[in-house]
């Protein structure tokens, strides 16, 4: 007699546990940077070891970060602009423009499993009164002949949406965990850091591979 389990195969078994982890990566990586004391260091890995990370900021100031054992790390990596599709979760760094739009300054492609994280319009830190928009892609066409190439997004969020024009150099990204592998001296990195008990402490940091810089 032939018995049936009923249990959930092991490849998606591994598949479930796998979204549910990078989900978690992401939803924590978004709460931390959101947080009134975290502070976001962009820039270039000076020195690692086992307890400290240094950073060579945009200014050129080095930072000394203590790195906790539970450190997390993400790697970011370059996609297409044809990825950007209806329906896409994405967050965008922007500019705001006198027409009432936003230019992009960059583009993130959020993982299915990460649909919804950070959703909103706030404040944001990459340029002087740039801004940052996680929504859905509603539609998309076309950019106004003044930004040949590029597209035109129509986000919508939670309490409102916005009309974002990418241009075609600008640059989209998704990403996925990393390791600690990525953690070298020269890779280019965003750290999302607070003091704690006094010490400046890297909570999160997401990196690039072989020199590509995190555009957010």
């Given at each position: 007699m032939k018995i049936h389990s009923s249990s959930?195969?092991?490849?998606?078994?591994?598949?479930?546990?796998?979204?549910?982890?990078l989900a978690v990566a992401l939803l924590s990586a978004i709460a931390?940077?959101?947080?009134?004391?975290?502070?976001?260091?962009?820039?270039t890995l000076v020195r690692v070891d086992a307890n400290t990370l240094v950073v060579q900021d945009r200014t050129g100031e080095v930072v000394?970060?203590?790195?906790p054992a539970d450190l997390s790390v993400s790697e970011v990596?370059?996609?297409?602009?044809?990825?950007?599709?209806?329906?896409?979760?994405i967050g965008t760094a922007a500019m705001p423009q006198a027409d009432g739009t936003q230019?992009?300054?960059?583009?993130?492609?959020?993982?299915?499993?990460?649909?919804?994280?950070?959703?909103?319009?706030?404040?944001?830190?990459?340029?002087?009164e740039s801004t940052m928009?996680?929504?859905?892609?509603?539609?998309?066409?076309?950019a106004p002949k003044s930004v040949r190439g590029g597209q035109q997004l129509h986000l919508t969020y939670k309490g409102g949406e916005k009309t974002v024009v990418v241009p075609p150099d600008v640059p989209v990204v998704?990403?996925?965990?990393?390791?600690?592998?990525?953690?070298?001296?020269g890779a280019r990195v965003l750290v999302n850091a607070q003091e704690k008990n006094g010490t400046p402490t890297a909570l999160r940091v997401t990196a690039g591979r072989n020199g590509f810089a995190p555009p957010m």
């Open positions: 959930t195969p092991r490849t998606l078994l591994s598949a479930l546990a796998a979204a549910a982890g931390s940077a959101q947080s009134a004391d975290t502070v976001r260091i962009r820039g000394s970060l203590a790195r990596y370059p996609i297409k602009l044809s990825d950007i599709r209806r329906g896409s979760f230019k992009a300054l960059e583009v993130v492609v959020f993982p299915e499993a990460a649909r919804g994280t950070g959703e909103g319009h706030r404040p944001w830190d990459l340029l002087p928009t996680n929504a859905t892609v509603a539609d998309l066409g076309a998704t990403f996925r965990p990393g390791t600690d592998a990525l953690l070298v001296p």
